[in-house]
């Protein structure tokens, strides 16, 4: 059990730009969540996979938001024409529906958008 | 709307100094309470979920209680390592949604 990783961990982007993060889950883990952290504040949710089937998306996310789970393994999330509002840490968590369902973390993706 | 709300939003203790964080909470059921604590510039670090109220558990110098309307986390003679953010958070009921709710945090500094 590695853990689940997230790549890169640090991203600087200009504004406009389209940009990619990928999540590796624990293996085994069923499901996948997308969260988003800003400065002072709590991780606030964004979209949840179970398998590959995108569950659950908040009110709040922006169409420019994209994420897929396309083997119901890792995911990727994309921003599209990035705002500096965008700027967050993008925090990846898994759980396994067999057990506790307790959601584990990743080290997240720092998105600086200039 | 499910709501967690977090005091205080920063303590400072003196090593061994023992204190407790409170986390409030307004969800129309609950599926489930967690504690986390996070590091600088790290995820979240899984530490207790709790179910129902009355409900306790322990890990080292670390207690989480749970009420019908608020959880605490009770400290025991900290050490400067337990300084961290605290952060709390609610899994609903009822219906097939997963997602935590979660509060702004407590960071706590433990002074040596």
């Known amino acids: 059990d590695t853990g689940v990783s997230q790549n890169p961990r640090h991203k600087i982007t200009k504004r406009g730009q389209n940009v990619t993060f990928r999540c590796d889950p624990i293996s085994e883990h069923n499901r996948l969540y997308w969260y988003r952290q800003t400065l002072g504040q709590g991780p606030e949710f964004l979209t949840y996979?179970?398998?590959?089937?995108?569950?659950?998306k908040s009110r709040l996310l922006s169409d420019r938001f994209s994420a897929e789970r396309p083997k119901g393994s890792f995911s990727t999330l994309e921003i599209q024409r990035t705002e500096q509002g965008d700027s967050a840490m993008y925090l990846c968590?898994?759980?396994?529906?067999?057990?506790?369902?307790?959601?584990?973390f990743g080290p997240g993706t720092r998105l600086t958008v200039l | 709307e499910d709501q967690v709300t977090q005091s205080p939003e920063a303590l400072r203790l003196q090593e061994g100094e023992s204190s407790s964080l409170n986390c409030s909470y307004t969800?129309?059921?609950?599926?489930?309470l967690f504690w986390y604590r996070q590091d600088p510039g790290k995820g979240p670090e899984f530490l207790f979920t709790?179910?129902?109220a009355g409900e306790e558990k322990e890990k080292e110098r670390l207690k989480a209680t749970l009420t019908k309307k608020e959880s605490f986390l009770h400290i025991t003679a900290p050490k400067p390592e337990d300084s961290a953010t605290y952060l709390c958070a609610v899994q609903a009921l009822p219906g097939s949604a997963r997602q935590l709710t979660f509060g702004s945090g407590t960071q706590l500094t433990v002074l040596p």
């Open positions: 968590a898994s759980s396994s529906t067999r057990g506790t369902d307790t959601q584990y």
């Open positions: 996979f179970q398998n590959e089937a995108q569950l659950e």
């Open positions: 969800v129309s059921g609950l599926r489930g």
């Open positions: 709790l179910y129902s």
